[in-house]
């Protein structure tokens, strides 16, 4: 497999990482994962600037330009050859010897950029009947908003719904739901769309973007409010959203059924003007070639 290390496509057996890299020894690194559909990145730009928000977040000073990154991911993607995949990107500060907590100067010690691209298909299966999850408390640090590569603490919320039998996590922070593992959270009220307000206890998820749109289109109300466990359990309808699960429905959270158990009149409602979305958007990508 062809994999992207710094600005070289290089085969992924030749990437060695030096012991000392900082997102290795320190978990000092972001990254962005973009969705492909038929060779089109979707929502790249939003992807790009979240990165560089995320960088800045991090005081890192990125080695390229957004479209000096752009040029390397596309020539990545070319090269592989997938038309329907997930692009995943990391910046790590890079190696600075010997080994200091303190930020070392980018001109000395640049940060060291990585890609792949994996194959990735819509979860259609699961978008149909629904997912099942638990409610795990959220012990994750207070800069959620960061897509740092330090992900111990979502994954060990993913692996305690699990061991509990349940396919997702939902994480509650002082009696409010926050965020799905690694997915903003939603829930329905009638026709009300709820979800955490943006800021430092959750991811500013890029489907979020998009599910702001089309709620205009449709419609619907939003409410960016953090809501109650309590009142989730009151809920009609709930989903989780992400660049590769796109929009996800939860039918049932500890045992106890969302609504009819069912995925709702309003999520499927979402879905298909999301999947609407992403063919409109291949297909303005198609006649621009």
Not at 128 to 141: H, P, S, T
Request: glycine share 6%; proline share 4%; charged share 30%.
């Amino acid at each position: 497999m062809k994999v992207l290390w710094n600005d070289q496509i290089v085969d992924e057996s030749e990437v060695k990482i030096d012991l000392e890299d900082r997102g290795y020894q320190f978990g000092d690194g972001i990254y962005e994962v973009i969705r492909i559909y038929d060779g089109y990145f979707y929502m790249e730009k939003e992807h790009l600037e979240r990165l560089w928000v995320s960088a800045e977040k991090v005081r890192m000073s990125l080695p390229f330009t957004r479209e000096e990154l752009s040029r390397r991911l596309h020539r990545l993607a070319a090269e592989v050859g997938l038309a329907n995949a997930r692009v995943y990107f990391q910046v790590t500060r890079g190696t600075a010897k010997p080994r200091l907590h303190d930020f070392p100067d980018p001109q000395v010690v640049p940060p060291v950029l990585m890609a792949d691209i994996q194959p990735a298909s819509r979860p259609s299966a699961k978008q149909a009947i629904g997912i099942r999850a638990g409610l795990v408390e959220d012990k994750r640090w207070l800069h959620c908003d960061i897509k740092s590569i330090s992900l111990l603490g979502n994954i060990m919320a993913l692996d305690e719904a699990q061991q509990n039998g349940y396919e997702e996590a939902v994480l509650v922070r002082n009696g409010y739901v926050t965020e799905a593992s690694a997915s903003n959270f939603w829930m329905v009220k009638g026709e009300v769309l709820y979800t955490h307000p943006d800021g430092n206890l959750v991811l500013p998820g890029i489907t979020k973007i998009k599910i702001r749109e089309l709620a205009r289109t449709l419609n619907l109300t939003l409410k960016e409010e953090a809501f109650t466990v309590k009142e989730l359990f009151a809920a009609d309808e709930c989903f989780k959203t992400s660049s590769v699960a796109e929009i996800l429905p939860i039918v049932e959270i500890d045992n106890q059924p969302i609504g009819d158990g069912m995925p709702g009149k309003v999520t499927k409602k979402i879905l298909h003007a999301y999947i609407e979305a992403v063919d409109l958007a291949v297909q303005a990508h198609r006649e621009e070639k």
